[in-house]
């Protein structure tokens, strides 16, 4: 069983920076389509940022050019780097790995029904 273990959230002024992290066992990352999507209070789950086997990476347009997905297959663990934190990015962030998919097309890599195994999700606080 794939479990993922959210960690990283905080409270921070805008335009400062996060890292998440997103520790995983029970199988090798390399084995999944990974990605973070968040939630904030009243609103849909929604991808942020995906990497599939082939270190393709997706992000959505709110987030492209400030957020940086990546891995490190040595630790298994999954990463969120995210820069210019604005109050729109506050939300629950949850990790996320896709039980049938190694490699995921950008048009379905942020599509949360794609993915199966979630992290219990970490809260980032942005404030102006």
């Known amino acids: 069983q794939v479990q993922l273990v959210d960690s990283g959230g905080g409270s921070v002024q805008a335009g400062e920076s996060l890292t998440l992290a997103c520790a995983v066992s029970?199988?090798?990352?390399?084995?999944?389509?990974m990605g973070w999507f968040r939630q904030a209070p009243g609103k849909e789950r929604e991808g942020v940022a995906a990497?599939?086997?082939?270190?393709?990476?997706t992000y959505a347009d709110s987030v492209q050019g400030r957020f940086a997905i990546s891995k490190d297959k040595s630790k298994n663990t999954l990463y969120l780097q995210m820069n210019s934190l604005k109050r729109d990015d506050t939300a629950m962030y949850y990790c996320?790995?896709?039980?049938?998919?190694?490699?995921?097309?950008?048009?379905?890599?942020?599509?949360?029904?794609?993915?199966?195994?979630w992290g219990q999700g970490t809260q980032v606080t942005v404030s102006s």
């Open positions: 996320a790995a896709a039980p049938r998919w190694r490699i995921l097309p950008p048009s379905r890599a942020l599509i949360r029904y794609e993915y199966g195994y």
């Open positions: 029970g199988d090798t990352i390399s084995n999944y389509c």
């Open positions: 990497i599939d086997s082939n270190d393709r990476k």
